[in-house]
C-alpha cells in the first residue's frame, strides 16, 4: 500500500508555465511515486492508499518552498547583534528550533543557512536529518567566514590574510559544513561595519574560491558594494548574496560586472523581504525618514533585480531570515513581493524558489514535482500561477513524505 495520495484541481510541478489540471501525486517511503491525472487512478483509491489528502478543485500542489538565505539562530528584530555576541549556544538552538519550525509550517521545506555558530547549525541539522525535531532540510554553512571584527564577526571565523582564509575553509569542510561562505563586504548587522566596503581584496577572495572548490564545496558571498560584487566574481563563487551595487553615492546597477555574472554562470541571491516596511505599519514609525529610506532602495533593488534577469543572470530567491524583522513564516509574502515589485511573472518567481534554487544547490531531488523526487511538497487554496498572494493560504505541508499540517 502507498503512503499518500494529495489530489488537488492543479500540480504546478516546479517547471511547466502552466499546471497540471485536476491532478494527483502519490507518495511512498518519502518520495513521490507517481504524478498524473486523477481520471487514471480508478475506484480503489482506499485500498490502494493509507492516507488520502483531497484539497479540492480550487487548490493548488507544488514543490516545497527553498529559502536560499536564512540566518537559523537570529531573532529578526532589532537585537540581532546584542544577541549573537551575548546569547548562549543553548539559547540560540531554542530559537533556532522555533525559527524552522515556523519556516516549516509556511511550506518551507529546505533552507540554506548563511550563517550561524557551527555548534547551533550543524547541531540542528544533522537533529532535523534524524527525525529528533521538526524542521525543513538545512544547507548549512556553520560559521562565516570574515575579518576580524568584520560584518557578522559573532558568527564566523575572523581570518584576514590569504593564509588564514585557505586555513578558515578547510576548518568548516573539517567540522562538516555543507558549503562556504564569505563575508566579501560589510553589512547592515554589525555596528561599525559598512556595507560599500569590501572587506577582502581580490587576492583573499580568490583564495576562499580556490579552497571552496578543493573541498567540492559551494561558496556563497555576501557583497552589498559593488567592490566586493567585482571581487566576487574574480573568486569564481557560486552565488552572491544581495549584489546590491552599492556605492558611497547609493545604488547603481553596473552593467558590465552584470553581464559578467551572467557569462560565469554566478546565480544571484537578491534577497528581498519586508524587512522594515512589515514595521512601518506601526502608526509611530509609518512616516519616518528610516522608511521612506528603506522603501525608496527597495525600489532600486527592483530595478537591479530587473536589469539582472534581462542580461540572464540566474536568480534565486531567499529572505535573508532572522534579520531586520525577517520572519521565517514570511517567506510566501516575500515572494508576492518581489514578484509585484519587480514585476515578474509568478510561474518565474516560484521557479527561483523551488526547481531554479534546486539546480543552484545542485540537489536534482529537490524543487520538483516527479516521480522519484523528494517529497517535499505545499497545498494551497487558490492559484499562486495567477496570483502568489495565494501562497499565504497553506492547506498542506509534506516534508519527507510526511504530513506536517
Not at 67 to 86: C, L, Y
Not at 166 to 192: C, H, M, W, Y
Amino acid at each position: 500500500m502507498t503512503d499518500l495520495l494529495i489530489k488537488a484541481g492543479r500540480i504546478f510541478d516546479g517547471e511547466a508555465e502552466q499546471p497540471l489540471e485536476r491532478g494527483f501525486v502519490a507518495v511512498a517511503d518519502g518520495r513521490i511515486s507517481a504524478v498524473g491525472r486523477q481520471a487514471e487512478l480508478g475506484d480503489d483509491e482506499a485500498g490502494r492508499f493509507s492516507r488520502i489528502e483531497d484539497l479540492g478543485e480550487d487548490a493548488t500542489l507544488l514543490p516545497g518552498l527553498i529559502n536560499m538565505h536564512t540566518h537559523m539562530s537570529f531573532s529578526a528584530g532589532d537585537s540581532v547583534f546584542h544577541d549573537g555576541v551575548h546569547d548562549s549556544n543553548e539559547l540560540r538552538m531554542v530559537r533556532a528550533m522555533n525559527n524552522l519550525r515556523e519556516a516549516l509550517l509556511c511550506g518551507t521545506t529546505t533552507v540554506r543557512d548563511c550563517g550561524t555558530l557551527n555548534a547551533v547549525a550543524f547541531a540542528m541539522r544533522d537533529s532535523v536529518e534524524q527525525g529528533l525535531v521538526p524542521g525543513p532540510r538545512i544547507i548549512a554553512s556553520g560559521n562565516g567566514i570574515t575579518t576580524t571584527g568584520g560584518h557578522c564577526w559573532f558568527c564566523c571565523t575572523q581570518a584576514d590574510s590569504e593564509e588564514e582564509v585557505r586555513k578558515a575553509v578547510r576548518e568548516q569542510v573539517k567540522l562538516g559544513a555543507d558549503f562556504i561562505k564569505v563575508f566579501s563586504t560589510g553589512g547592515n548587522t554589525t555596528p561599525g561595519s559598512d556595507p560599500v566596503q569590501a572587506q577582502y581584496g581580490e587576492a583573499e577572495m580568490c583564495a576562499v574560491g580556490e579552497e571552496a572548490r578543493r573541498a567540492d564545496r559551494q561558496l556563497a558571498s555576501h557583497a552589498h558594494g559593488t567592490a566586493g560584487v567585482r571581487n566576487s566574481i574574480a573568486a569564481g563563487v557560486t552565488t552572491i548574496e544581495h549584489c546590491t551595487f552599492l556605492t558611497p553615492q547609493g545604488i547603481h546597477y553596473e552593467v558590465e560586472l552584470a553581464q559578467r555574472i551572467a557569462d560565469a554562470g554566478i546565480y544571484v541571491c537578491p534577497t528581498i523581504f519586508r524587512g522594515i516596511s512589515k514595521v512601518g505599519e506601526r502608526e509611530d514609525i509609518k512616516d519616518s525618514p528610516q522608511l521612506e529610506t528603506f522603501l525608496s532602495t527597495l525600489q532600486q533593488r527592483y530595478e537591479n533585480l530587473r536589469g539582472l534577469i534581462e542580461q540572464g543572470v540566474r536568480i534565486v530567491s531567499g529572505t535573508d531570515a532572522g534579520v531586520r524583522q525577517s520572519g521565517f513564516g514570511d517567506y510566501p509574502v516575500d515572494l508576492a513581493l518581489m514578484g509585484d515589485g519587480a514585476g515578474l511573472s509568478p510561474a518565474y518567481v516560484l521557479k527561483t524558489a523551488t526547481s531554479g534554487a534546486a539546480d543552484c544547490l545542485d540537489l536534482s531531488d529537490l524543487g520538483r514535482i516527479a516521480p522519484g523526487k523528494c517529497a517535499d511538497l505545499l497545498g494551497v487554496q487558490g492559484n499562486p500561477l495567477a496570483s502568489l498572494a495565494d501562497l499565504r493560504r497553506t492547506r498542506l505541508v509534506v516534508a519527507r513524505g510526511q504530513v506536517v499540517n
